[in-house]
């Protein structure tokens, strides 16, 4: 007798998905492109992540770095920074790993249609960005003004370069970059913290919703400049993905004064998460 899984049960076992795509982004970041063996879609909204397990090795998290407007598979961005992660970039096309998810509230697509938004991205905190930038610039026309701001410290950690280039000449965004230092005088952009591009950008504070990912230092002076441009508390939106685990509240990793990332996020707004000690 063949036991049926409930929607609650299935969450704790991974599906087959095998690698179709490996492209190198820097020194140790790449980028995963999956299908699943079943032939079904991940299924996921921008802000998601999925629990990434290889056999023998362990499991992790890792932000969905693809649109849900790209069909027919999906894409991981992945930094080497732990025994799962640096094991996944040993991995080439044709291997197989196990995948459990999506997980997460995602950012709010229907509360950000028809607005005005501000992107502000900071090094891999653009992993997970991307995502929904990409389904904004794929259904363009469901959203006002769009700009976007990256920044990363040096040159040569910039990622996803081609998708910059693109981004530096669409006519649909405004796109401002920066990096914090330079070895050399190669880099002509800009030079700074990435809160020395906000002087650079006008914005109607009551139309638009700012959306940042970064890392954690970021995210204080980021909120700052955010609340000098007008910007309500509530429109202010962040993902707190670096604090999950386990993806399905049992191993307690990502709560915050009781506060489950995983579960309640871990995308908030600054409104929600601005009283809890250690979240921002």
Known sequence: MVMQLTA????????????????????????????????????????????????????????VTSSPTHKGSFELAVRAAGSLTNHLHTLGKGAKVGIRGPFGNGFPLDTLKGQDLLFVAGGIGLFPLRSLINYVMDTRQDFGEVTTLFGCRSPQERIFLDQLDTWNSSKDMCFLETVDRVPDDSWKGN????????????????KTYAIVVGPPVMYRFVIAECLKKGLAEDHIIMSLERRMKCGVGKCGHCQINGVYCCQEGPVFTYAQVKSLKEAV
Not at 22 to 27: E, N, P, T, Y
Not at 51 to 63: C, K, L, R
Not at 191 to 206: A, E, H, R, S
């Open 191 to 206: 030079v700074g913290v990435i809160t020395t591009l906000f002087p650079k950008i006008n914005i109607d504070p009551k």
């Open 8 to 63: 609650k049960q299935s969450i704790f076992l991974p599906r087959i998905a095998q690698i179709v795509r490996v492209d190198s982004l820097s020194d140790r970041e790449k980028v995963f492109e999956f299908v699943f063996d079943d032939g079904k879609e991940l299924g996921h909204k921008p802000g998601q992540f999925v629990e990434v397990s290889i056999f023998g090795v362990g499991e992790a998290p890792i932000s």
